[in-house]
């Protein structure tokens, strides 16, 4: 398909739009803004009250974590069920399991379970989700030229669901971390804001953790993620560990930079 | 910036810009509710930053950005927020709803920063650096991305035209 032809056709299938809805912009555009002074002066308020607590914020009270170590049986059925999607998918890139099992490098539980496995040969690194919806499986090589300077992390609330939405009034927040790095990267520390701190360990390079962070009193997840210019994740940064546990790469401009050592898998394709 | 000079201001660049943007947030999500969605976030984002924005004569690309970077997974499931150094880890969607646009549809089957690389590129017509500034991905890996984008969309529309 050439660009022309593709800009034809989507400014086709685009031009028809239905009517909008009702106008609520400048009301939400009030709403925000409201919301914004009031969250920033909350968080402000928060965190001069808090001071460096940070010890009792550790532990989350009433939000407890949805997050409990797996057990076999789980991961059987996790690897079954994505077994299952990867064996009805038609695409010829499911031939990155090369018909052996692959091998369970690591797992998590919950209520979107997932495993990190390694195909034969060592190259192909899948996933394995369970949720939202159906089962998928999702294949990263680790010999990728385009791997991102910086490993993802997902921030959610800490909190189950209410019913089919999510609980913007959580307390806390939950950080979820997949990837997988360079062998010389022992622990992935995560470090907030206002000092609380979470060591997951990595697996030969692979790491998947996930970990609730509390929020300072008196501002909930919506709030404090609505405040962030651009909603983007309240600020969680990384630091990389050796095994002797002494850092050697960060986000905090004193140690060498995280793409110091790059995350293996630039490429991924879902089954 | 008076309250009320900040809202006429406002609610003119609003009627003029929603058309398109509603557009944009189409193909980028392939379904108009929640596109108005996206767009109607997007906008309220503009308004808390239209001082600044209209200051520098850029709304356009302000509420731009903002609306790519509101990933898919974002607009499905608002409370989800993903950091930078995305490039390895966007997600394809599910299968979409049988009934859109052959080309619509086809979009939401690509990962996401293929999708957002290749209607940026080839639709809105942003040069390459205006598009890896606006993902904040790296030159080069928006031009892999529309490429493959492209052969990618190829395929998919093939495979519908033959079904």
């Known amino acids: ?271 | 910036m008076r309250r009320s000079q900040r809202d006429a201001e406002f609610e003119a660049y609003v009627a003029a810009a929603r058309p398109r943007l509603r557009r944009l947030a189409y193909s980028l999500c392939g379904d108009w509710h929640a596109a108005d969605d996206v767009v109607q976030s997007a906008l309220a984002k503009l308004y808390v930053a239209w001082p600044r924005v209209a200051r520098a004569a850029n709304p356009d690309a302000y509420v731009r950005r903002t609306l790519v970077r509101t990933t898919i997974d974002e607009s499905r499931r608002p409370w989800r927020r993903e950091t930078s150094g995305l490039d390895g880890h966007d997600r394809a969607l599910d299968a979409p709803d049988p009934g859109r646009p052959d080309l619509v549809a086809a979009l939401q089957r690509l990962p996401e920063m293929q999708r957002k690389t290749v209607v940026l590129r080839h639709w809105l017509g942003l040069s390459v650096a205006e598009t890896a500034h606006d993902l904040g991905i790296a030159e080069g890996t928006v031009k892999s991305h529309t490429s493959r984008a492209l052969a990618a969309l190829q395929s998919l529309l093939e495979e519908v035209h033959d079904a």
């Not at chain 1, 402000?44 to 997050?67: F, K, N, T």
């Not at chain 1, 031939?95 to 797992?107: I, K, L, R, S």
Request: glycine share 10%; charged share 20%; with cysteine.
């Open chain 1, 1 to 271: 398909m050439t660009p022309e032809t593709f800009a034809t056709l989507l400014d086709e299938e685009t031009r028809n739009a239905p009517a909008p809805g009702p106008d609520h912009v400048l009301a939400a555009g009030h709403r925000r803004l409201r919301r914004r002074r009031l969250t920033v002066a909350g968080i402000v308020l928060a965190a001069v009250v808090l001071g460096g607590s940070a010890a009792a914020l550790a532990v989350p009270g009433p939000d407890r974590p949805h997050v409990v170590p797996a057990p076999a049986d789980e991961i059987d059925e996790l690897l079954e069920t994505c077994r299952a999607a990867e064996q009805t998918a038609n695409d010829p890139g499911a031939a990155v399991f090369g018909g052996a099992d692959p091998v369970v490098t690591n797992h998590l539980s919950g209520p979107e379970p997932l495993a990190t496995l390694e195909a034969p040969g060592g190259r192909y690194w899948p996933e394995c989700r369970v949720g939202p919806g159906p089962a998928f499986v999702l294949a990263y090589d680790a010999e990728t030229d385009e791997s991102a300077p910086r490993p993802s992390t997902l921030t959610s609330p800490g909190c189950p669901p209410v019913g089919n939405d999510a609980d913007l009034d959580c307390r806390t927040i939950l950080l979820t971390l997949v990837t997988r790095l360079p062998e010389a990267v022992a622990t992935v520390r995560f470090t907030t804001t206002d000092g609380q701190q979470y060591d997951a360990p990595t697996v030969r390079g692979y790491v998947e953790a996930r970990h609730v962070f509390k929020i300072p009193d008196g501002v909930t997840y919506g709030e404090l993620t609505a405040a962030r210019p651009g909603d983007h994740a309240p600020s969680v940064t990384l630091t990389y560990l050796d095994a002797s546990g002494t850092a050697i790469a960060g986000e905090d401009g004193a140690l060498p930079p995280l793409s110091t050592y790059r995350v293996l898998g630039g490429w991924q394709h879902r089954f």
